[in-house]
């Protein structure tokens, strides 16, 4: 079977760097995403890693291994308007399945 | 602009009545899906869909159908909807199932089933 695991909840103060893990456990592996989902709107897509290592774009940025079987989402210089969820995502290989974890509600106080 | 385009956003039904959402994106993507998301489940497929024609289960199929005859729809139908498929239903899009291009998502349809 598949399994995704991330914190159900996090809080942090604005303007600081927030990091949201997530560990999964799949037959079969291609990549992580990370998706963004407003309360009471649509997910968007933040990021995807097929390699180990760090992606940044902006103040997001994301990292995986694959020997670890372990990601995260890091989110710097935080605002108001990241309050959200946010899911991970795994693609499994020769599925065409995105699989997502349960998702992480953050919580930015002022 | 680019979209998935659902309808309704809202729909309150009586068990056993047949219902549709439709789906429409306009990118000419190969690959559209469905999801519902429950409180604390994440989102879970439903179906997807790799080409006109081409369709397949996801996690959880049972009482759900879909059809996908032009390549920019895919209705969710169902046929004896039942309480316990009240839930938020997401349709979503991307190129050729490929994750990295990332799923665009439509608004999303909130189903009531009492």
């Known amino acids: 079977g598949q399994s995704l695991e991330q914190p159900s909840e996090v809080t942090a103060v604005e303007g600081a760097i927030v990091q949201i893990n997530c560990t999964y456990q799949?037959?079969?592996?291609?990549?992580l995403s990370w998706y963004q989902q407003h309360d009471g709107g649509a997910p968007t897509f933040l990021s995807y890693?097929?390699?180990?290592g760090l992606e940044e774009t902006g103040r997001f940025s994301s990292f995986l291994s694959r020997s670890d079987s372990y990601g995260y989402l890091l989110l710097q210089e935080l605002q108001m308007k990241d309050s959200a969820s946010y899911f991970c995502?795994?693609?499994?290989?020769?599925?065409?399945?995105?699989?997502f974890g349960s998702g992480t509600r953050l919580l930015v106080r002022p | 602009e680019a979209q998935v385009t659902q309808n309704p956003r809202y729909l309150i039904t009586v068990t056993g009545k047949k219902l549709t959402v439709t789906c429409s994106q306009n990118?000419?993507?190969?690959?559209m899906s469905w999801y519902r998301q429950d409180p604390g489940l994440g989102l879970r497929q439903i179906y997807y869909?790799?080409?006109?024609?081409?369709?397949d289960k996801g996690d959880v199929p049972e009482g759900y159908k879909v059809s996908r005859k032009e390549k920019r729809n895919f209705p969710l139908i169902l046929e004896s909807p039942s309480p316990n498929q009240t839930s938020l239903y997401f349709c979503?899009?991307?190129?050729?199932?490929?994750?990295?291009?990332?799923?665009?998502f439509g608004s999303g349809t909130r189903l009531t089933v009492v």
């Open positions: 799949t037959s079969g592996f291609y990549g």
């Open positions: 869909s790799m080409n006109v024609e081409v369709t």
């Open positions: 979503a899009s991307t190129p050729q199932g490929f994750a990295p291009y990332g799923y665009t």
């Open positions: 990118m000419n993507h190969e690959y």
């Open positions: 890693n097929a390699l180990d």
């Open positions: 995502a795994v693609e499994r290989d020769s599925s065409y399945k995105l699989i």
